[in-house]
Every structure is written in structure tokens, then in C-alpha cells.
């Protein structure tokens, strides 16, 4: 059974600061590690991607992959409100397929 | 780019009847498209996998003949929920995947459908 495990939270920040969310997950053979914001009643949306290890930045996130700990997480530095959702870790396999987390939920607080 | 349509995005229906839903990949050529479910408060999970031109892949402990799904072309992908019952009520999100650049696999989600059965 392929898991992903996130905490659920609710983590809340202050405006400005940095949210740390993190992710692991249970099967050696994923490939390809995703973190998608899903705002309440909708669809989720594509934030990072990161296929190797490290960090991979994009503006005000940073995604740092860690295979040996089977370990993924998100930083998103000087948090605004408008970052407050849930977000979803999803891993994929040689399959193709997505496995998700059940999300944290962040709250930025102004 | 990337951008995937579903229809309705919202539908309320009575118990027993059928559902359809649409999803479309509006400027790309899906080879496979994805139907998730999403329970309030859930992640999302996924009911099935379906290729253009072949029979949809469905995962453990979904129906195919409640959920059927039909993938006629590169651009559109439909979920019939058959004989549906309030506990089918749920968001429905499909997404679409192409091969992008060097290799990789992206999906894009569609805005998701909301099904309320009474």
C-alpha cells in the first residue's frame, strides 16, 4: 500500500513568515514529487514539482526533496492571507498515478 | 496552456437517477485522463484511469458498472454515475496528462464537479 503522509494541522503563521509543510511517503520507487494549493470548494492547483534531490525554488516557495529520507516538503517565505488553503503533497510511481496526502491546512494569519 | 474544462460544476440529481460528466483538455492532447473523488475534508483519491481508445483502469473498490467512463477521443474523457445514491455525493476532479518537455508527465486538474444527490 503506497501511503503519503501529511499533518493534517491546522498549521498558522503570521503574515511574513515562513510556513514549513512536509511529506512522506512510503514507497522507494516514486519518481516525481508534486505540491498542489486547494482552496476550499476547489480543484487543486499546481505549485511545485521536484524530481531530484535538493531544493528547487520558484519565487516564494521552496520544494526540498530528500529520497534516502523518503522525506518532501514545501517552504513558502513572507506568507500572505492569500496563501491560506490546503495544501496536497502528491507522489507518483513508475505508474504514472498520483498518490496524495490528506493535506495541511494553512492559515496565514495578517 | 494546459487547460482542462469540466461540465457541469455542479449538478443536483434524485436518487436512482444517472449522471454525466464532461472533461475536456481545451488546448492539448490528453493521452490519459484521471477521475478522482473527493470526500469533504478528504484528499482526493483516485476511482480510475482511462486511455483514449481503450477500457478505463479502475482502482481497487470501484464499480465500473456505477462509474462508467468513456474516452472517445485525445480531448474528452466522461463519468456516468449510474443509479446514483446520496453517499455518491462527492467533488468530482478529473485531470488530463500530455508529455511535456523532457520527458515528464504532468496532470492538470479540471475545476471539478460537484454532485449532490437527494
Known amino acids: 500500500q503506497k501511503e503519503v503522509e501529511q499533518n493534517s494541522g491546522p498549521l498558522s503563521v503570521p503574515e511574513g513568515a515562513i510556513a514549513s509543510l512536509n511529506c512522506t511517503y512510503s514507497?522507494?520507487?516514486?519518481?516525481?514529487f508534486f505540491w498542489y494549493r486547494q482552496y476550499s470548494g476547489k480543484s487543486p492547483e499546481l505549485i511545485m514539482f521536484?524530481?531530484?534531490?535538493g531544493d528547487k525554488e520558484d519565487g516564494r516557495f521552496t520544494a526540498q526533496l530528500n529520497k534516502a529520507s523518503q522525506y518532501v516538503s514545501l517552504l513558502i517565505r513572507d506568507s500572505q492571507p492569500s496563501d491560506s488553503a490546503t495544501y496536497l503533497c502528491?507522489?507518483?510511481?513508475?505508474?504514472?498515478?498520483?498518490?496524495f496526502g490528506k493535506g495541511t491546512l494553512l492559515t496565514v494569519n495578517p | 496552456g494546459a487547460v482542462v474544462s469540466q461540465h457541469p460544476s455542479r449538478v443536483i440529481c434524485k436518487s436512482g437517477t444517472s449522471v454525466k460528466i464532461e472533461c475536456r483538455s481545451l488546448?492539448?492532447?490528453?493521452?490519459?485522463m484521471f477521475w478522482y473523488r473527493q470526500f469533504p475534508k478528504k484528499s482526493l483519491m483516485l476511482m480510475a484511469t482511462?486511455?483514449?481508445?481503450?477500457?478505463?483502469?479502475?482502482e481497487q473498490g470501484v464499480e465500473k458498472d456505477k462509474f462508467l467512463i468513456n474516452h472517445a477521443s485525445l480531448t474528452l474523457s466522461t463519468l456516468t454515475v449510474t443509479s446514483a445514491h446520496p453517499e455518491d455525493s462527492s467533488f468530482y476532479i478529473c485531470?488530463?496528462?500530455?508529455?511535456?518537455?523532457?520527458?515528464?508527465?504532468?496532470?492538470?486538474f479540471g475545476p471539478g464537479t460537484r454532485l449532490t444527490v437527494t
Open positions: 482511462s486511455n483514449e481508445g481503450s477500457k478505463a483502469t479502475y
Open positions: 502528491a507522489v507518483r510511481g513508475s505508474n504514472y498515478k498520483l498518490t
Open positions: 488546448d492539448f492532447q490528453a493521452t490519459t
Open positions: 514507497d522507494r520507487g516514486s519518481q516525481s
Open positions: 521536484i524530481y531530484s534531490n
Open positions: 485531470s488530463a496528462s500530455e508529455w511535456g518537455l523532457a520527458g515528464s508527465y504532468e496532470q492538470y
